[in-house]
């Protein structure tokens, strides 16, 4: 007989941990695997300084962390009279710079100085020439590697992303030991597994039997790591985790114990949400469905708590085909917006992971 479903309290319906705000379209760079379709010039009917403000208050009520995000937050003239804003609330802030000649040292000092506690910098190549060909732009890599070495002396910590696709897969070993050279200040390394939407359609996803090989590969790494190795758009990797953890008898309660501080639950549209430049709310960046509403008519703790499409994403008890009889669906759930991807259908399996639920396995 299957085990019913681990954890099925494992939701965040009160409040998101981390609220994605997409500042601006604007950026320099054109990324292959961007969601953003980024653009050179700025969308006039981005949110203003006022309505940003606004979101930034009612972030602050529900005790969430604020991501500053884009395109390059740096191309908006107000980014840091913002930042300065949500600092004096006591707003916990997270900035995601893309790497440019916007990117100073200058820059990254006053970061420091104002109270921003995370910066996010993108790196997908342990060379130049792997890194400058994701990227489009030739000089990336320097300056990526520049941006390290004033964060270092700056004491910033830093948060390093990197898109794990069926051709940057391979190099995960190697950025690894990249990194283990930068540290501090790399904090986290979080590998994001591709969500083939905007430019990223023109990429190629790992199998799924790759990814289940990669899960392996971090949770051995992440023994002796000197930074947080966490996977992105992956909730399957804490499926993986717990088997282990399972298979070497640790019991259930301390799983549990060390599962929420693992973010066990979290996926897109609960514990997480994104707001658009223009104020659209979505589940996650990567998912474009459904539309929630708009900061601009509604408070985002308002169609955080109350949104049908929000609470429909979040009872894992709904899920479609093999996630849908998964007994790890509560802790897990996949993602959904590769399902919606892959699928028209955020309810349907993540088809990159390999398990065969136990109530299936016994049919």
């Known amino acids: 007989m299957a085990r019913p479903a681990y954890f099925p309290a494992f939701t965040y319906g009160d409040a998101p941990v981390n609220v994605y705000w997409e500042m601006t379209v604007a ?121 390290l070495g004033w964060c270092r002396e700056l004491g910033m910590g830093v948060q390093i992303n990197s898109t794990v696709t069926r051709d940057t897969i391979k190099n995960v070993p190697a950025m690894f030991e990249l990194l283990r050279t930068q540290a501090p200040p790399v904090r986290r390394w979080s590998l994001f597994n591709l969500i083939p939407v905007g430019r990223g359609l023109m990429l190629g996803s790992p199998t799924a039997q790759q990814i289940e090989e990669l899960f392996a590969w971090v949770y051995d790494q992440t023994k002796g790591a000197p930074f947080h190795v966490s996977t992105v758009e992956a909730p399957h990797y804490r499926r993986y985790w717990m088997q282990r953890k399972l298979a070497d008898g640790v019991p259930l309660a301390e799983i549990e114990q060390r599962g929420r501080m693992m973010g066990f639950g979290i996926r897109d549209g609960s514990g997480i949400v994104f707001v658009s430049h223009r104020g659209e709310v979505y589940p996650a960046g990567f998912l474009p469905s459904p539309l929630l509403g708009n900061v601009r008519e509604t408070p985002i703790h308002e169609i955080y708590r109350k949104s049908p499409g929000l609470l429909g994403l979040r009872e894992m008890d709904k899920l479609e085909g093999r996630c849908g009889g998964c007994e790890y669906r509560w802790v897990c759930g996949g993602s959904r917006a590769r399902a919606f991807a892959a699928t028209g259908t955020p309810m349907a399996s993540d088809p990159l992971c390999v398990y065969e639920p136990e109530a299936r396995a016994a049919e």
């Open 27 to 147: 950026c320099d760079l054109a990324c292959r695997h961007c969601r953003a379709d980024a653009l050179s010039q700025r969308d006039p009917l981005e949110l203003s300084t006022e309505q940003g403000k606004a979101l930034m208050r009612d972030v602050q009520s529900m005790g969430s962390h604020l991501i500053m995000t884009g395109g390059d937050p740096l191309k908006r003239a107000d980014v840091f009279e913002l930042i300065d804003y949500g600092r004096a609330i006591h707003l916990p802030l997270a900035i995601t710079p893309a790497v440019t000649p916007l990117l100073t040292k200058e820059v990254i000092a006053r970061f420091k100085e104002v109270g921003v506690h995370t910066i996010g910098m993108s790196l997908d190549g342990p060379t130049a020439e792997l890194h400058d060909g994701f990227r489009q732009v030739p000089g990336t890599f320097e300056m990526s590697m520049r941006a």
